[in-house]
């Protein structure tokens, strides 16, 4: 499926980045290789419009912010968030302060959990739902916002694949003699699917010990897994030591090759006990880990691979469901899947 190719995935809510990158003025985002510009205006409303002035061209986001509005640096034509240009400052003396009649492409977006979210078109479905942000007890961190160059439905099917724990994660976390986990629960929902395992993990590395508090080699851990269709990622995980993490692993598509990796959590411990540092120098181990395997797979991922292609295994049962579901999803919408003309054979018959 080329990402780019279809489009009823603009009608989804992406995370672009924290809010805290806008205080430095409109910043440029790359969706679904739509060039948009975002900004905060005075009244700390957020604008989304198409990143590209109407009259000569010039990045929005070479801009600066004036009250509401976005003003072009070039010659200072001004829009306004729904898009409309809101002055001309050469316009003729009677034409001032008139409406210009001119407008760009706007966006639907939002602020929530501290992250800029855009939908292109109308959204089929909200923003995921963390509830930790609401719980007292927890504070967030914002841990990573980062262009991966891997096609976002691999990051999704990566974060439900636990059979690649035991190897991509063998440096971490991982043990590679314990290499099959069982799902507890596993339940299609209207917004994607709901996962429970538990499971144990070699828990004595690489920074374990000062993230998450844990002794000894092993630890169980119960964690509950919600993908959010078609590119996000709720992980809840509670450690017997009582500590829960709930992860939000957002992978929002740039283009065919490319995915922007959101990544903020919600912890019950506090500052003092586990600093931020500590915290994601662990959790940067191994997203580096996952992101090495998947910036090497092939971007134009089939919803319905032959065998040529790639091969199925019993514990790609999340990855085949995420995959019909989008399958599902383009039928719905009068869309059938974009790829590439030509694939390379990658296995022989057996
Ligand atoms: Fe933007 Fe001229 S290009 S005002
Ligand atoms: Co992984």
Redesign the pocket.
Known sequence: MLQTAHPVLRRFWYPLMPVSRLEAGPQPFTLLNTELVVWRGADGSLGAIRDRCCHRSAKLSRGYVEGNCITCAYHGWSYAADGQVMCIPQAAPEQQGKPTGLSIESYHVAERYGHVWVALEDPLSPIPEMPEAADAGMRRLDQFCEVWQCASLRVME??F?TS??AF??RHSFGDITDVVQEALHFEETAQGFDVAERSHRAMNRTGAVAALRVEGEMTHRSQTAQWFMPFSRRLAIRYPSGLRCTFFTGATPIDDKTCMLVQFCFRSDTEEEVSFEAATAYDRI??D??RNILESMEYDVPLVPTREEEIAMRSDRPGLTIRRRLRELLAAHGETESRLRTVVPIAVSA
């Open positions: 990566n974060s694949d690649h724990i991509t994660h191994i997203v880990e996952d």
